[in-house]
């Protein structure tokens, strides 16, 4: 698997955008880019993924580079309810299908 | 309801002690995982299954038993419970390589 490299924590005000950034300079081409959250004492959340084209669905966007080195998740509107640890992860789809976590970016949405 | 469900939701045992987590989709995913999450540690998986009857360990297997007899039913043994086996543990299913995870709610487990 790629590695993946986040901040540790990022503060965002309550009803603006929050842009997560990971970086993954050594991705290969079949490897898919995943995000996932965990709010406190729940279970991880799945947000979205891609391979090389932009994506978004009604939880966020995400954008990854022409290059694919790195990628941005957008939560256009963060809410208090957004705070959550984020997961950004990268695999290939034929890696016996095992997502492994890394440390993950503590995003603490304030009002 | 549709869904995946952990059960029990918390559970105090003594060391030594067999104890089965179990975990139920009604997705008929063909994927199911069991992640153990530990301050310090982060998710690590412990084992996953691609289909009934096929199962293959994780990053941390040993002291963990896994079946899968049938496709919806995922349960986790304990075969003789640690204190180090103090943990959350989730279970996750998924439909596919490409496909995101659905992770249950988790359950507490204290071995005293």
């Known amino acids: 698997d790629a590695k993946t490299t986040q901040p540790t924590s990022m503060d965002c005000a309550e009803g603006r955008a929050a842009n997560l950034p990971c970086n993954h300079s050594?991705?290969?081409?079949?490897?898919?880019v995943y995000w996932y959250r965990q709010i406190h004492s729940q279970g991880p959340q799945y947000i979205i993924h891609g391979l090389k084209n932009n994506e978004t669905n009604e939880m966020a966007s995400l954008i990854i580079t022409e290059d694919r080195k790195s990628s941005t998740l957008i939560l256009p509107h963060a809410t208090l309810r957004d705070t959550a640890v984020y997961y950004c992860i990268v695999r290939p789809p034929e890696y016996g299908n095992k997502l492994v976590f890394g440390a993950g970016t503590i995003l603490r949405v304030k009002s | 309801d549709a869904g995946i469900t952990q059960s029990p939701r918390y559970k105090i045992t003594e060391t030594g002690r067999q104890v089965t987590l179990m975990c139920h989709q009604t997705?008929?995913?063909?994927?199911m995982f069991w992640y153990r999450q530990d301050l310090g540690h982060g998710l690590r998986l412990i084992y996953y299954s691609a289909a009934a009857d096929i199962t293959d360990k994780g990053e941390v297997p040993d002291g963990y038993v896994v079946s899968r007899s049938k496709t919806e039913n995922f349960p986790l043994t304990l075969e003789s419970a640690t204190r180090s086996q103090t943990s959350v543990y989730f279970c996750a299913s998924s439909a596919g390589p490409v496909y995101g995870y659905t992770f249950g709610s988790g359950t507490r487990l204290t071995v005293v």
């Open positions: 997705w008929s995913h063909s994927y």
């Open positions: 050594t991705i290969s081409g079949n490897e898919y």
